[in-house]
Nanobody
């Protein structure tokens, strides 16, 4: 019953930046921990970053630390991912996901209850 729609993907050169957004349909957005995942061609889905309901806690994959920033605006029911210093290996479809009433933020995809359709990010060299 929760719809998630990602936007902001596109093509960028190495070292460039992109800002992704994930708009949620629910008025109870603040009840969900949120996460970003990605899936590159021929590879498994992998964790990118997560953020707690009140933005108190964040978690980042090693490849994202220092380059990506996850944030949210509960009043706007929107999740964000700022991506800087992009590399070719960042090329993937990026998905946002919602985890209802989680005890703690998690990197495990199986813990998330709702998923968006994904947005393509392509980094060229």
């Amino acid at each position: 019953q929760v719809q998630l729609v990602e936007s902001g993907g596109g093509s960028v050169q190495v070292g460039g930046s992109l800002s992704l957004s994930c708009a949620a349909s629910t008025r109870t957005f603040g009840r969900y921990d949120m996460g970003w995942f990605r899936q590159a061609p021929g590879k498994e889905r992998e964790f990118v970053a997560a953020i707690s309901r009140g933005s108190t806690t964040t978690s980042y994959a090693d490849f994202a630390k220092g380059r990506f920033t996850i944030s949210r605006d509960n009043a706007k029911a929107t999740l964000y991912l700022q991506m800087n210093s992009l590399k070719p290996e960042d090329t993937a479809v990026y998905y946002c996901a919602a985890d209802f009433m989680a005890v703690a933020i998690t990197r495990a995809a199986g813990e998330y209850d709702y998923w968006g359709q994904g947005t393509q990010v392509t980094v060229s060299s």
